[in-house]
């Protein structure tokens, strides 16, 4: 099935955040139908900065094809703002389905280009933004491919700007849309029955974001089709990494969070180590 055929259904996608290859695979063995590639995740872990604006879309690129080399689901991956104009905008596309692509989240932000939970943030004109859209539609190799389209324009121009800019997104190809950070549940519920009936949405949770925490089935029935948790896997596991060292540092041994970790064979038969040492074996000869 494909993604946009999922998204035609009335139960709600949930795609976990991810940022590597072993992320995808833990998400995908918990059962999940689609993942997102966080631009904010892969700042935080293979640069250790903030989300605004220092990944560069190779770097994006090349993690998705190491992702995709281990999964085979949809994947949502975030582009920022195309990194660029629009003729960027339709090269990250091209790079991004080859690399495995099945959506292109693309943002209305100028630069600096910030996380759609901090403040700053700046907005380039709507005209500009709807044009970016049309390029990438014209890019894309596969009419599968599908562009969401994200406003960030309630944190700069209000509310009801963002409506306005959301539905000529809409009008000039955008296959899902994103309104980021609403403030409340009564916005929330405004953007599902303005767009519900006519084109999918995308919510997204962030803890300790600007938009309150809510559950997928509760977001379902609001009218949302699509919701990401984006960066929570990098919190659990930075909140994890850091007691870990932590205790390490103190006690020179792994002992005291034996309790808290894989040992060395737990993690090989969650990564599937014995599977691809067997079928290693069948190419070299070892085994028949």
């Given at each position: 099935m494909t993604l946009r055929a999922r998204l035609s259904r009335p139960e709600i996608l949930v795609a976990p955040g991810i940022y590597d290859g072993l992320t995808a695979a833990l998400a995908a063995e918990a059962g999940f139908?689609?993942?997102?590639?966080?631009?904010?995740a892969v700042a935080y872990t293979r640069l250790g900065r903030p989300d605004i604006g220092l990944t560069t879309m190779s770097e994006m690129a090349d993690t998705l094809?190491?992702?995709?080399?281990?999964?085979?689901?949809?994947?949502?991956?975030?582009?920022?703002?195309?990194?660029?104009?629009?003729?960027?905008?339709?090269?990250?596309?091209?790079?991004?389905?080859?690399?495995g692509a099945n959506a292109l989240q693309v943002e209305d932000q100028g630069y600096p280009k910030r996380c759609g939970h901090l403040s700053d943030k700046t907005l380039i004109p709507m005209a500009e933004m709807a044009g970016k859209i049309r390029a990438m539609a014209d890019a894309r190799a596969s009419d599968d491919t599908l562009i969401i389209a994200r406003t960030d324009a309630i944190a700069?121009?209000?509310?009801?700007?963002a409506l306005d800019r959301a539905a000529a997104y809409a009008e000039a190809g955008a296959d899902v849309l994103f309104v980021e950070a609403p403030r409340t549940r009564e916005q929330m519920q405004t953007i599902t029955g303005r767009f519900g009936d006519h084109v999918p949405l995308m919510a997204n949770m962030v803890e300790g974001g600007l938009t309150p925490v809510t559950g997928a089935a509760d977001l379902e029935s609001l009218g949302f089709s699509l919701v990401i948790f984006p960066g929570g896997i990098v919190r659990a596991l930075a909140r994890t990494a850091q007691g870990y060292y932590q205790s390490l540092r103190q006690t020179g041994s792994n002992a005291a969070f034996a309790d808290r970790m894989f040992d060395f064979d737990?993690?090989?038969?969650t990564i599937g180590t014995p599977g691809m040492l067997a079928a290693g074996r069948r190419y070299d000869g070892g085994d028949g």
């Open positions: 139908e689609a993942l997102y590639l966080s631009g904010a094809a190491l992702i995709r080399d281990r999964v085979d689901l949809p994947i949502v991956i975030d582009a920022d703002n195309g990194f660029g104009n629009a003729l960027n905008a339709q090269r990250t596309m091209r790079a991004y389905e080859r690399a700069v121009e209000g509310f009801d700007a737990g993690l090989n038969a």
